[in-house]
């Protein structure tokens, strides 16, 4: 077991034997949960961050509005400075300030309404009312492993490699201990890390839970174009993971720069990554969709008048969709 900070090794017991509280208190009646009149999906993780949810949320709701269900997806919003529950307006001023990064990014790729609110009951009871219909609906529950106050029909799990071998909080950036896997429906992994992964998963999943594999893929507008090579920048858990796909793509990177998680960009920001592009004598800047809205239109006239800003888009596909899509319509059923 790996510790991305060793030194939070005596804390490790503190954050288990909270997590051991709040599930005796479930098991006891103490913590309700409450129940929606729509069937939830819940997309979640292990890990604190960098598991790849959103693109997975997008590539769900695609597929199942293309079997004629009526989907929507409901997030807490992380980060956010917009108030109680409100409905994402992608084209709303600084939108990503307002709503979170996150949920915006869902709404302008999975075209379906987003509601954000820290209580995501209410922000599904919101949803519903508004929507009018109740044939053949579907929630999508965005990073809701965790948030058990609300009632799912299917709990969803992404699982890698990294996080098979990491640690709980705070030492690693594992918020459960892989034993949370028994309340999984069904897991997604990565397709090259199947082979890897899969054995040890058989041994921690309930009987019934399936594996689903996922293929992810870069696509950059125009990188072919740019002999100079880009500066890569972006602001996400884990930003290895972005500059290694891109160069399994065959981008030229000439320099790079990471941001915490969620990460706001500002001004400065903007004046150390174009000085960056300057002294490495990139030919355009490249980040990922998360990133983009978040820099508002001040920040991208800065950014573009030292260099092109490309954005790369990330896309996830099911290795066998059709089984995928049979296996959760069973189960929301």
Known sequence: ??????????????????????????????????????????????????????????????????????????????????????????????????????????????????????KRFLAGDAAERASGTQMRCVHLLDDGFQHRELTRRVDIVLVTAEDLEDALLPAGNRREPLSALRRADAVVVRDEEREQVAPRLRGLLRRGAAIWSIRRSVSVPDVGEIAGGVMAFCAIARPWDFFDTLGSEGVPIVDTAAFPDHHRYTAEDVRGLTELCRTSRAAAFLTTEKDAVKL????????????????????VSFVDPEAMLRDLEARIS
């Open 296 to 315: 508002i239109p001040e920040l991208r006239v800065l950014l573009e008048a030292a260099a092109p800003l490309l954005v790369a888009e990330l896309e």
């Open 1 to 118: 077991m790996k510790a991305k900070r060793p030194w939070a090794w005596p804390l490790v017991p503190l954050y288990a034997a909270g997590l051991a509280a709040k599930d005796g208190l479930r098991a006891a009646g103490a913590l309700q949960t409450r129940r929606l009149a729509w069937p939830v999906v819940s997309v979640g993780s292990l890990s604190a961050g960098g598991a790849g949810k959103t693109p997975v949320v997008i590539a769900l709701a695609r597929r199942l509005q293309a079997r004629g269900w009526t989907v929507d997806v409901l997030s807490r919003g992380y980060g956010r400075e917009g108030q109680g529950v409100e409905r994402v307006d992608p084209d709303a001023a600084d939108a990503a300030r307002r709503f979170g990064d996150e949920p915006v990014m869902i709404a302008m790729y999975a075209r379906v309404g987003v509601w954000v609110g820290a």
